[in-house]
């Protein structure tokens, strides 16, 4: 599995990762064998959230005896995102998740607490070596400039927001901000929700085209070009092993020139948004 550099980090991480949004409405045990057949393959980056039901339960599960291996991340939510409330929220997730740290902590989306509180709260829990690192996800351009003012250069690790091929707002402002100042980019819902393009769809032909070509799948496609770029990362969740092992190959999927131009013909990335989509 192809690595790069995870922002300022000093970490190399998986460019696919494993997404867990829904992981815990399914069958537990495939969960587990899922989780655990991607890190078999090097998908080390497991991404969950206090807000993800009992995602963490099931990731420490999955982690059991592993934790060394994985880069793990999880998110604080809004309404619990002061400086109180956020440390509290890091020591909750950390107990569900039965470890004595995260490797990334992140605001999953903007709240009404001041930026200065949730700054200072994943800096003392940085000093308190509970995580490693810190960053922010939908946070439009303007935000993260904002979330820079507050916290300086070089301490925001990544911005995990919306990309897929149907939805490519973030190339216009979100991508070069974030490579500008060093921020890794975090792509959740890489195939959309419940929209990944059809086989008969002018755009899915042309996936279609390129992955029987190259022996691939579509999905593993799609995932190349979205990671294109050395500073986007994609969290694919799978609800099988097979689901993970598919997804692991397209971390060594390199797409030509002639490729991507193709898909970005099929897949325009449109005019710039007013605000930043967001699931």
């Keep these: 599995m192809k690595s790069n550099p995870f922002g300022q980090t000093g970490t190399n991480v998986s460019v696919i990762g494993q997404g867990t949004w829904y992981l815990d409405h399914g069958d537990r045990r495939r969960a587990i064998a899922a989780l655990q057949r991607g890190l078999d393959l090097g998908m080390t980056h497991i991404d969950t959230a206090e807000m993800y039901g009992d995602a963490e339960l099931v990731i420490a599960d999955a982690i059991a005896g592993r ?3 994985v880069f793990l ?3 604080v939510l809004p309404s619990n995102a002061s400086r109180k409330g956020t440390i509290t929220a890091c020591e909750r997730s950390l107990k569900r998740l039965k470890t004595d740290r995260l490797d990334c902590y992140l605001l999953h989306w903007r709240g009404s607490y001041p930026l200065e509180d949730t700054v200072a709260a994943f800096e003392e829990l940085v000093k308190a ?3 490693k690192s810190w960053g922010v996800s939908n946070f439009d351009a303007d935000d993260l400039d904002e979330m820079l003012d507050v916290a300086g250069e070089g301490r925001i690790a990544c911005n995990q927001v919306l990309y897929h091929l149907k939805e490519r707002a973030i190339e216009h402002a979100v991508i070069p901000r974030c490579e500008k100042h060093g921020v ?3 792509a ?3 195939f959309g929700h419940d929209d990944f393009p059809a086989s008969s769809s002018k755009g899915g032909a042309v996936l279609a085209r390129i992955a029987e070509a190259r022996r691939a799948t579509p999905r593993q ?3 190349s070009f979205l990671t294109r770029a050395t500073t986007v990362f ?3 969740k799978a609800s099988s092993a097979e689901h993970a092992g598919e997804n692991a190959a397209a971390g060594d999927l390199v797409l030509t020139k002639e490729e991507i131009a193709a898909l970005d013909a099929a897949f325009p990335r449109g005019p710039k948004p007013r605000s930043l989509p967001m699931l």
């Design 188 to 190: 959740y819902s890489p």
């Design 129 to 131: 070596g509970k995580i």
């Design 234 to 236: 994609a969290i694919p």
């Design 67 to 69: 934790r060394d291996e």
């Design 221 to 223: 496609v799609a995932l």
């Design 184 to 186: 890794a980019v975090v």
């Design 73 to 75: 991340v999880s998110k």
